[in-house]
């Protein structure tokens, strides 16, 4: 069974006698937007830092939200928000609200 077949011939065997029709235009895409639903329950943890500017200088005791239950997560977020202000910065609790 050496048979050279052509594409069509190839194509007819595949798919049948089918016309092969022209290439389908896409659809608009449209903008979904989100619909809000009951507001669910958001883990969030309060981390409680002190920060200043200067060391062994005036301190100040700061608040930072974190919306997660990992407590590391949470004092990297804080430290990190709080260290675009202040120099230093120390950990001082976490806490779930």
């Given at each position: 069974m050496n048979e050279e077949l052509t594409e069509e011939e190839m194509r007819e065997a595949l798919f049948g006698n089918a016309e092969i029709s022209a290439p389908v235009s896409s659809a608009p895409v449209l903008k979904m937007t989100k619909k809000k639903g009951p507001k669910?329950?958001?883990?969030?943890?309060?981390?409680?830092?002190?920060?200043?500017?200067?060391?062994?200088?005036r301190t100040f005791e700061i608040v930072h939200e974190a919306d997660t239950l990992s407590t590391l997560l949470a004092e990297q977020e804080a430290t990190k928000a709080a260290r675009k202000k202040f120099r230093y910065v120390e950990v001082l609790t976490v806490m779930p609200m």
């Open positions: 669910a329950f958001t883990p969030r943890l309060l981390v409680t830092l002190r920060v200043s500017n200067e060391f062994e200088g």
